[in-house]
């Protein structure tokens, strides 16, 4: 059973950074498609970045474009979430998921179709 922990989260003030970490046991595909997703307390779940592992291409929801960067390090099984210039309405538990086709395969706008998750991890934002 593949499982996904994400790490990273905590309290920050407007403005600032954070970086979401999502380590994942070993893949037995060599490719697959790995998003970030959040939720806010009493909000539906919302896609904010996808990274397909084949070519490496990234997706955005318009909201984080410029402020938040998804990358990968394959030789630690991570894939990490920057997050700059945080706002107040970035607080959210935040997830990992994956997939095994591509970030255009899934509706990334609520993640539906991912096959695996995490458990999330918190970001809170003080203005």
Known sequence: QLQLVESGGGLVQAGGSLRLSCAISSFT???????????APGKGREGVACLDSADGRTSYVDSVKGRFTISRDSTKNTV????????????????????????????????????????????????
């Not at 595909?29 to 939720?39: E, H, K, M, P, S």
């Open 80 to 127: 990490y979430l920057q997050m700059n210039i945080l706002k107040p309405e970035d607080a959210a538990t935040y997830y990992c998921a994956t997939g095994f086709g591509r970030c255009g395969d899934y509706d990334l706008s609520t993640g539906n179709g991912m096959d695996y998750w995490g458990k999330g991890t918190l970001v809170s934002v003080a203005s």
């Open 29 to 39: 595909v060599d490719y697959y498609a790995i998003g970030w997703f959040r939720q």
